[in-house]
């Protein structure tokens, strides 16, 4: 079996990595448990994310929030339905997207699937490599508030929304890290013996 | 698994063990857990700090914002509008308010909820900061919780009373007008108290205003207290004069209603309370003495007029004996063929009279009232209409005694008030009079009186352009060369040598005659002649006593018969014998002799000296000198008349020819020459002939 730190390959039986010195373990039992912790804590996260305001907007004579749903519809109102189609792509498309398909991986890693297993890997990576841009709104928001900061005339500020945002993110990134992506594979052995007899 | 007995190399095996649940579970559970901790309890939170909602409707919300509008209490938030709809009936805008948990339950019937927008009134700009924050709602509660409730009426006007603002409201009537909002109630200048907007009655016969007095001022104010208006200014031209009056340039400005008490005693202020606002302080002072202090104690009755004339009002004053004891209260005509025997409109007033301006006194009610008036109405006590103002044509009611009146009695019984008994009118029409001085002016013979003048006229200028008129001027330079001729004369201006040639003889005579009179005193003559006198004047002493007794017996003869009187002439004369007869008395006539005698010799011894003739020839000499200054003097006043008399001459002259020319201001100031020459010679010779002693002596 790899070692998971340094990919090394060990034979069965061998407790530590001789390597780098990290317990073996033929596979992670507990990581469909961390998937689903890191996944339950990202939904929470994410209700409020979408509920309290993401950004303050305070003029000398206007006062505005919006929640990251209706700064996208406040946008697309004004026009700019391409900006309003890359907050809802970025904000809400693939989060829920992430959340869905690290359900998906990890019910059918325990249930089993039609799904081909490469199809599942592919998934995964996709996952894996989009949970990074997550950030994109977090970032906005850090930006404007740094930028547009002119006293009383004008400033903006971080909603509640940003940090629990930002929070969920990060939650659905562990989730998808805590992934064991073998598993996905295991229930392959285990199907090929009784298809191969 | 089908087939444990021949186990693939190639698989490995397995191993999942079956460990404790707490070993199966993994602590990155805590995470969730804690996630959803904090979650459940940041909404518990939230859920449980939020404060009730209340709703409020508003007749007009404008710019009232869901999300965005405040509500305030003193100023400082304590609630968000969270939505802003319409009543049922689409009448009113309802607001929902999301108000602070922890102020809620003060948040009782006593609650005000009003919109404060940016105002620019006369009292100053309030609400600027809404200008750029967007409006706001401010609510106002007391201090003691008394049951949460949640809906309210929002008022369309801030209240008068303000959160922290102790005072008594009540309501301030007019039948004319009131104040704009917010109008200052002033007292001696401080304000203590405002005005709230007024509403028009619901039958429109009057307006409105709830007021506000603050504490601690509210005890300034009873049922005896009069409130008018000082806003503005007020002009008014009455018997009295022009007056202006305005109470200071900021309530000129602003408006203000000021108060005042104007009778101890009375009811102190309460919530109830109504007061009427005056248009001026006299009114106020005017209805204070129909009204007192407000115990209504005054007594209605009515009066029916033969006449229905124009000018009386409502609030026309009722007097008695000049006094004002009430006023008009309502005016209506009133037909009642059966009662007055004709279909003609007669005038039906109405009037209060207050029993204690009468002087019944305070306690005085409506019996002691009508007692009264009977009695008087009984000796023959009548309303009359008379003129109030002779320039606005108003009327007023006199009750006046009316010699010989018929009988008549107060009406006590009268529906729906006591009808007291009416006289003809006195009113003295104006119109009429000022017609008449019209007539009479037009009357007068202005026409006759210019063609007189005018003839007048033409005769002066014929005058003044008369040609004798012209030659005026002519003459009278003649008359003043004349004069000049006169006074530049050679006799005249020889005077003044002559006198001095005069006056040098005079002395050199009068030096003369100092010589001769020292002569005689040196020779004694003069002592001698006293001596002389005095022996006659001894002679003569004993005369008075007879003249005396003489006298007594002249006394006696008129108080006497003639015979005594007779008698005692006789007893005088020969008194007066006897006197005679004394030797001494013979001898007086021969002492008067000798010093005649001794005088004569003396006189004679002068003459042989010759001294007598020369003084002879000296004062011959020097009246010789007198008379030729007496002769010259005799001249001067005739010259001196001569001048006046052409002074004179020319002044009429020039009197008649006028004062203003060149011409006249010359030949007035030679005659003041002419003259002052003239008075000059006068004094002269009234000098000389007064005192020659001075032309004499030089003196």
């Known amino acids: 079996m790899a070692c998971r730190r340094c990919s090394r390959v060990w034979p069965m039986g061998q407790a530590r990595c001789d390597r780098c010195g990290s317990k073996l373990v033929s596979r992670d039992t507990r990581s469909l448990q961390k998937v689903w912790a890191w996944w339950i804590a990202g939904v929470i996260a994410y209700i409020p994310a979408n509920i309290y305001p993401m950004l303050v907007t305070n003029t000398l004579v206007y006062r505005s929030e919006n929640t990251i749903v209706g700064g996208a519809v406040e946008v697309a109102h004004h026009g700019a339905y391409g900006v309003a189609a890359i907050i809802l792509i970025a904000s809400v498309l693939i989060p829920v997207g992430k959340f869905l398909a690290i359900a998906f991986l990890a019910i059918t890693a325990q249930r089993g699937t039609s799904v081909t297993p490469r199809a599942r890997t592919h998934l995964f990576e996709i996952v894996e490599f989009i949970g990074r841009w997550s950030m994109i709104d977090v970032f906005v928001v850090a930006i404007l508030s740094s930028l547009v900061q002119l006293s009383v005339v004008a400033s903006i500020r971080p909603g509640p929304a940003a940090l629990t945002f930002a929070i969920s993110v990060i939650c659905t990134m562990l989730s998808a890290q805590s992934f064991d992506s073998r598993l996905i594979w295991d229930a392959v052995s285990r199907q090929q013996p009784r298809k191969t007899p | ?699």
């Open chain 2, 1 to 699: 698994m089908s087939d444990p007995r021949t186990p693939t190399p190639e698989n490995i095996p397995v191993h999942e063990g079956r460990p404790s649940i707490w070993e199966r579970i993994s602590f990155i559970w805590l995470i969730p857990i804690v996630a959803l901790v904090v979650a459940l309890g940041a909404a518990w939170n939230n859920y449980n700090s939020q404060g009730p909602l209340i709703e409020i409707t508003f007749e007009n919300a404008a710019g009232v914002k869901a999300d965005e509008t405040e509500l305030r209490f003193r100023d400082i938030r304590v609630g968000l509008v969270e939505e802003v709809g319409f009543s049922e009936d689409l009448k009113q805008v309802q607001v929902s308010v999301r108000v602070a948990k922890e102020l809620s339950p003060f948040i009782d019937a006593s609650a005000v909820f009003w919109i404060v927008r940016p105002e620019v009134s006369a009292q100053g700009v309030t609400g600027l900061d809404t200008v750029l924050s967007g409006v706001y709602i401010q609510g106002a509660w007391d201090g003691t919780p008394e049951g949460f409730r949640t809906a309210f009426e929002g008022q369309s006007n801030p209240p008068l009373l303000d959160s922290g603002r102790e005072g008594i409201s009540f309501t301030l009537r007019s039948t004319d007008s009131l104040p704009t909002a917010n109008t200052p109630i002033l007292y001696k200048g401080v304000q203590v108290g405002q005005v709230a907007g007024a509403e028009i009655n619901a039958d429109g016969s009057g307006v409105t205003a709830p007021a506000v007095i603050y504490e601690p001022f509210t005890q300034l104010v009873t049922s005896g207290t009069r409130f008018w208006d000082v806003s503005g200014f007020s002009f008014s031209l009455g018997a009295s004069g022009a007056r202006l009056n305005f109470d200071s340039f900021a309530s000129l400005i602003s408006g203000g209603v000021t108060f005042e008490t104007m009778g101890s005693g009375g009811d102190p202020l309460t919530d109830a309370a109504v007061f009427e606002l005056f248009p001026s302080e006299e009114t106020a002072r005017d209805d204070f003495l129909v009204e007192g202090d407000g115990d209504d104690s005054s007594v209605t009755l009515t009066m029916i007029f033969e006449q229905n004339l124009a000018g009386l009002t409502p609030g026309a004053p009722v007097e008695l004996g000049g006094l004002r004891v009430g006023e008009v209260t309502s005016l209506t005509g009133i037909v009642d063929a059966d009662r007055f025997g004709d279909d003609d409109v007669r005038l039906l007033t109405t009037m209060r009279i207050n029993p204690s301006r009468i002087g019944l006194g305070e306690e005085a009610g409506d019996d002691d009232l009508l007692d009264f008036l009977s009695r008087r109405v009984a000796d023959g006590l009548r309303g009359q209409l008379t003129n109030a103002s002779l320039l606005t044509g108003a009327l007023k009611i006199r009750l006046i005694d009316v010699e010989g009146a018929e009988d008549a009695t107060l009406d006590l019984d009268a529906d729906p008030y006591p009808v007291l008994p009416t006289t003809e009118a006195d009113i003295t029409d104006v119109a009429t009079s000022a017609q008449g001085v019209l007539q009479r002016v037009n009357d007068l013979p202005i026409e006759e009186v210019m063609q007189s003048a005018i003839g007048f006229l033409d005769n002066a200028t014929a005058l003044v352009g008369s040609q004798a008129l012209q030659d005026a001027p002519e003459e009278l330079r003649g008359i003043l060369s004349a004069a000049r001729g006169v006074v530049e004369g050679e006799e005249l201006q020889a005077i003044p040598g002559q006198v001095s040639v005069v006056l040098r003889d005079l002395e050199q005579i009068s030096g003369k005659l100092n010589t001769i009179v020292t002569e005689i005193e040196r020779r004694n003559v003069i002592d001698q002649l006293i001596g002389a006198i005095a022996s006659v004047e001894e002679a003569a002493g004993g005369l008075p006593g007879i003249v005396e007794q003489a006298g007594a017996i002249l006394d006696d003869a008129e108080e006497v018969s003639i015979k005594t009187l007779a008698d005692r002439t006789t007893s005088l004369i020969a008194a007066a014998e006897a006197l005679i007869d004394q030797p001494s008395t013979r001898a007086l006539p021969q002492e008067l002799n000798e010093a005649l005698e001794q005088l004569n010799l003396t006189l004679a011894e002068l003459r042989e000296g010759g001294l007598v003739n020369n003084a002879n020839a000296t004062l011959a000499s020097a009246r010789d000198a007198a008379s030729a200054v007496e002769e010259a003097t005799g001249l001067l006043p005739g010259i001196a008349e001569q001048l006046r008399s052409v002074a004179n001459q020319a002044g009429a002259t020039l009197s008649t020819y006028g004062r203003e020319s060149q011409f006249s201001r010359e030949t007035s100031a030679a005659l003041r020459q002419i003259e002052a020459a003239a008075s000059a010679i006068e004094r002269l010779a009234r000098a000389i002939e007064r005192n020659p002693n001075s032309l004499i002596l030089g003196r």
